[in-house]
């Protein structure tokens, strides 16, 4: 008998294995929750952010334009790619802008590929939502802003609603139900892109943006 004959005839022979319980994830989690109220998760988001190189900056839901405007001029950004249909977007186009460019992304990329990776200083998209666990920012990218918005300019600037920060990514996913439905894309952001070759040699911005800004929203009124 060959030894490919033996190994069928083992694998044929062998009993039926025993169904494995799946493990208690959601008791795992609550069992080793932190019970933390927003104040501290909007902390632990914040020290992990800046602990990877992101700027965290406060804000609230009516400042929030003229901060952002006031970042991008001293960071020297002419040209700024927004979504387009979506509130953030429309705000700042309503906004009495002076020496930056508002670049709505409405044309298919194949149309305008060289103004998108030459001619973009920045983008800005809005996050889902956080983790605080991670220090992860959650982009769902749509027709209206989509991935490559948040891919492709230098710096980024992302807009997240203190609300939205959960404690974990367990919470996200069963808060935000995530099993009914994903998009193409979802993405879990924790610092700008960086990379290191063999001598351990950190560089910035080599397979995306070097900068990434976040400006935390807080409700009219809140702790900003």
Known sequence: MSARARILRRLRDAPPSKEV???????????????????????????????????????????????????????????????TDCAHGTTLQTMPVVGLQLVPYASAIESWRATLFDGIDAGLTLAKSAIAESGSLILWPDASEPRLLSLVPPLHFVLLDTASIH???????????????????????????????IQQTLAYGAHGPRELIVLLRHPQGGAA
Do not use: C, M, Q
């Open 167 to 197: 404690a974990d990514f367990h919470s996200a996913l069963g808060a935000e139900n995530w099993k009914d439905g994903l998009p193409a894309n979802a993405l879990l952001i924790s610092g700008p892109s960086k990379t290191a070759d």
């Open 21 to 83: 319980p799946l493990p208690d994830v959601a008791g795992w989690f609550a069992a080793h929750a932190r019970g933390e109220d927003l104040a501290r998760r909007i902390a632990r988001l914040r020290y992990a952010l800046e602990g990877a190189h992101a700027e965290v900056h406060d804000t609230t839901a009516t400042e929030w334009p003229a901060l952002l405007l006031k970042i991008a001029a001293a960071k020297g950004v002419r040209t700024l790619l927004i979504g």
